[in-house]
């Protein structure tokens, strides 16, 4: 079982929301968590686009996610939301998926002027899913090297942001999921 879970949206090939998301999950590696990071990459076009609910990696990516005690999504902002391959694999998978699980949301967009799609567009969709959500960072795109993967965050206030945020997350898995003795 994976103790954390990091699901990226992202159908680019050299994605800067992968980026952030891998640097998210270095330093929970650093932490001492295990991380297992999932991409609708790693869907076949065919089960996404005709919807093949049954399909092994469907119930293999659901299973990694319930067993996860906490979960990042992330997505890039496509036409002021989360992209539609996104959506198109949560749509598969089983609608409490996220049950008790702690989440952190996290976007990356090119303007400032659409950091509310992840109040707006991904909040309410993992929330449907029963996640916890917490408050998530939004990332502008001239605060990403993207030729820099060990450290792509290039912005003090964003990198705070994120680092804030994950201490927040860890703060929250550690309160919800100790074991009872
Ligand atoms: C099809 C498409 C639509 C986009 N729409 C928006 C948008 O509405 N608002 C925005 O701020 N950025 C938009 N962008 C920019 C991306 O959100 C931004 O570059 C993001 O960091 C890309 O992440 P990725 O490299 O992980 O795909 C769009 C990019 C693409 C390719």
Request: aromatic share 6%; hydrophobic share 40%; no cysteine.
């Given at each position: 079982m994976s103790e954390i879970v990091i699901l990226s949206g992202s159908p680019s090939v050299n994605s800067r929301s992968d980026l952030v998301l891998r640097f998210l999950g270095r330093s929970l590696q650093n932490k001492g968590f295990k991380v297992t990071h999932v991409s609708i990459k790693d869907v076949p076009q065919d089960v996404l686009f005709e919807g093949k609910f049954d399909s092994p990696v469907v119930s293999q990516i659901a299973a990694k996610l319930q067993g996860a005690r906490?979960?990042?999504?992330?997505?890039?902002?496509?036409?002021?939301?989360?992209?539609?391959?996104?959506?198109?694999?949560?749509?598969?998978?089983?609608?409490?998926?996220?049950?008790?699980?702690?989440?952190?949301?996290?976007?990356?967009?090119?303007?400032?002027?659409?950091?509310?799609?992840?109040?707006?567009?991904?909040?309410?969709?993992?929330?449907?899913?029963?996640?916890?959500?917490?408050?998530?960072?939004?990332?502008?795109?001239?605060?990403?090297?993207?030729?820099?993967?060990?450290?792509?965050?290039?912005?003090?206030?964003?990198?705070?942001?994120?680092?804030?945020?994950?201490?927040?997350?860890?703060?929250?898995?550690?309160?919800q999921k100790s074991p009872i003795v």
């Open positions: 906490g979960v990042i999504v992330g997505s890039p902002v496509y036409k002021a939301a989360y992209t539609g391959v996104l959506k198109a694999l949560i749509d598969l998978l089983p609608q409490d998926v996220l049950e008790d699980t702690p989440v952190f949301p996290l976007m990356t967009g090119g303007s400032p002027a659409h950091m509310l799609a992840i109040e707006y567009t991904l909040k309410p969709l993992l929330a449907t899913l029963k996640g916890q959500n917490l408050k998530g960072v939004f990332v502008t795109d001239n605060h990403i090297d993207k030729t820099n993967t060990e450290q792509p965050i290039i912005n003090i206030e964003t990198h705070e942001r994120l680092t804030k945020q994950l201490a927040y997350f860890v703060e929250l898995l550690n309160r």
